[in-house]
């Protein structure tokens, strides 16, 4: 094969960084990175008449470099699929390019895939200077800065009519990972979309960085307050004994004068012990500290959002923390007496689903205000499960107690809620006793009612009593009230639920903070999920990409509970630790519940599974295609044209 020179300038980048972010759309540096391009293009022999070298590696290469990107792939593609439903209009592509410039992954619409555009900027394209000239993908890896080449920027007349935005991804060690390009022929676009471009291009830095140090603590800190959700927070990776093992550019760049390069401990960093925060940082506190130049800044715990959680304990919360400042045995043990009997329940869990972390941030402030929360979702999507999550990220080492509302009727619920200290002894001041009252043992967590919709309006007015009781013993000091009311069910909204018996009253008093766990079909951590429940289901199996893309083509109408059954018999019938294409086996007695992509999406595997994700979302909403693109961030267009491409 050819020698495309792919290697050379992809390591320019390094130490050129800018933090803040560079815009060279009208500017000096712009003009200038655009005039030592063309400088560089004509020492490499090309002709802006000429046409550009249009260098494609074989398929052998491809595969190679393929599983050798596979692992930063995973973390790209929901940025660049989520970056195509960003930029407005038509003609325009995504795609991501690896150090040397080689197109792994992209994303094009009809229109931009059928003209010239598209037959160059393709999957094993090489997209380096020498090669193709002045452009935002190769100016990128040059320079190590994010680049717009507009237009007649471009060396080659032939590119003339496209513009292109590009953003270099760093890992933690400055070093260029790959590069995330937008291309389109509407140049009204510039600042727009290279800023759409930088925000996807940091957001796989952060994921990035999690992911490399998932065995650390992950603490988040900024200047100010407001900006620690965002993607120019800094991050560090401290180890159990408070070393701090990486740094991200933004933390290199807050704490610029400190040298981060060497193994340094936190109390070297920052004015203040370890061991004196680790308390207020596991129950998510955000802390104010200062580092040792003088400088104020905010921290917390980076949250479990973009975190795998496996095998949580019931009573610990789902982030990592030194053994040192853990809750005492004895304190573990009494809060296990009260939470042991659904500890069965909470299992493997992943929550990386992009949904979460603005639910989790609602529910955290919800529950600061004493206000209900109400869980809603279908049968198997891990209401419970997400409920207990929700309870140990805020309420850690306190009590959470479930009460199933499929079993309580009229003639049993005073039994149910009350046991033996019955209703009048319940609402009687400062009685704290009853060994089976399940509202009295919930008192200093969480009281989690399950199934909400099904009870009698009965019931509800004496839930609405014990929601007033405790609300008014919580402003009392000297007696323990009941921290936090959790409901889940359906959807209160849809249609097909029965609310003739409805209070409305209790509709208005569990709602103060509504969130949804989504069908699994719908989740983006599906992958996770998959691996998480096979890993506690048979720790010694192993789903490979075969298996995994089978799983995720199914509809899944019974959710997670679904997944799990099919993976048990799954692992009950193999022969092999590595399950492959066996798989079917067990996913052809479902019957009908597979999606296939339309045939011109199959030759991109992230074209695959939006088409997939599309076409599976429309089948789960009846065919509403508003609902769909709303669910999906989509427009009602792109939603069409994978539902005609099926009836074609």
């Given at each position: ?5 792919m290697c050379a300038d992809t390591n320019f980048g390094k130490n050129q960084r800018n933090v803040v972010g560079h815009n060279n759309d009208g500017d000096q ?284 304990s019931p009573t610990t919360p789902d982030i990592w923390f030194p053994d040192h400042a853990k809750p005492a045995t004895d304190q573990q043990s009494k809060t ?233 018999l799954v692992v009950a019938k193999s022969d092999e630790l590595v399950i492959r294409e066996d798989i079917q086996i067990v996913l052809a007695s479902l019957g ?57």
């Amino acid at each position: 094969m050819k020698d495309y020179g792919m290697c050379a300038d992809t390591n320019f980048g390094k130490n050129q960084r800018n933090v803040v972010g560079h815009n060279n759309d009208g500017d000096q540096s712009g003009i200038t990175a655009i005039s030592d391009s063309w400088a560089r293009c004509k020492n490499f022999g090309l002709l802006s008449s000429g046409k550009p070298v249009e260098a494609v590696i074989s398929d052998n290469q491809m595969t190679e470099i393929l599983e050798e990107n596979d692992y930063i792939r995973q973390l790209v593609t929901p940025e660049l699929e989520l970056l195509y439903n960003q930029i407005a209009g038509t003609n325009f592509m995504v795609a991501y390019a690896n150090d040397a410039g080689v197109v792994l992954d992209s994303i094009q619409d009809e229109d931009f895939k059928a003209g010239e555009g598209g037959k160059a900027v393709i999957p094993g394209s090489v997209w380096m200077e020498q090669l193709r000239g002045t452009n935002a993908l190769g100016l990128a890896l040059h320079s190590g800065q994010p680049q717009i080449v507009s237009g007649q920027d471009h060396f080659f007349h032939k590119l003339g009519d496209l513009s292109c935005f590009a953003c270099p991804i760093f890992d933690h060690e400055e070093r260029i990972v790959g590069v995330i390009d937008a291309t389109s022929d509407a140049t009204a676009r510039n600042n727009h979309t290279l800023a759409l471009v930088k925000l996807a291009s940091r957001n796989v830095e952060n994921r990035l960085f999690v992911e490399q140090f998932s065995n650390s603590l992950i603490l988040s800190f900024h200047a100010r307050h407001e900006y620690l959700p965002t993607t120019s927070v800094a991050l560090i990776a401290v180890d159990t004994y408070g070393f701090i093992e990486g740094a991200n550019v933004n933390a290199k760049a807050m704490l610029s004068g400190l040298d981060l390069s060497s193994r340094q401990h936190f109390g070297d960093v920052f004015s203040v012990n370890f061991s004196a925060i680790i308390d207020q940082l596991r129950a998510n506190e955000v802390i104010q500290i200062r580092d040792v130049m003088g400088s104020v800044v905010f921290m917390t715990v980076q949250h479990s959002i973009l975190k795998r959680v496996l095998n949580a304990s019931p009573t610990t919360p789902d982030i990592w923390f030194p053994d040192h400042a853990k809750p005492a045995t004895d304190q573990q043990s009494k809060t296990q007496t009260l939470s042991t009997k659904h500890a069965d329940q909470f299992g493997a869990k992943v929550y990386d689903d992009e949904l979460f972390a603005h639910q989790i941030k609602m529910v955290h402030n919800t529950v600061k205000m004493g206000l209900p929360v109400y869980i809603e979702g279908d049968r198997g999507t891990g209401k419970t499960e997400f409920a207990h999550h929700l309870h140990t990220c805020f309420l850690t080492d306190t009590p959470f107690v479930k009460i199933d509302c499929n079993l309580m009727n009229t003639d049993n619920y005073k039994a149910q809620l009350f046991g033996d200290m019955d209703q009048l002894g319940f609402f009687e001041a400062g009685n704290d006793s009853g060994k089976t009252c399940k509202l009295a043992q919930a008192r200093g967590g969480t009281i989690f009612f399950d199934n909400i919709t099904t009870l009698a309006s009965e019931i509800q007015q004496t839930i609405l009593q014990v929601m007033a009781h405790e609300e008014a013993r919580r402003e009392i000091a000297d007696q323990p009230a009941i921290n936090a009311f959790f409901f889940a069910g359906k959807c209160l909204t849809d249609d097909g639920d029965d609310q003739s018996s409805y209070n409305y009253e209790f509709n208005e008093a569990i709602q103060g903070c509504q969130i949804t766990v989504p069908a699994l079909a719908q989740r983006s951590d599906f992958q996770k999920i998959a691996h998480a429940l096979m890993a506690e289901i048979s720790p010694q199996h192993i789903l490979s990409k075969v298996a995994i893309n089978h799983l995720k083509a199914m509809l899944w109408p019974g959710n997670i509970k679904q997944l799990r059954r099919v993976l048990q018999l799954v692992v009950a019938k193999s022969d092999e630790l590595v399950i492959r294409e066996d798989i079917q086996i067990v996913l052809a007695s479902l019957g009908g519940a597979t999606v296939a992509p339309c045939p011109k999406c199959t030759s991109s595997p992230v074209r695959m599974e939006t088409c997939v994700m599309i076409k599976k979302t429309w089948a789960e909403t009846g065919g509403n295609v508003s609902l769909v693109a709303r669910r999906l961030g989509v427009s009602r267009n792109t939603v069409y044209k994978h539902l005609e491409k099926a009836d074609a």
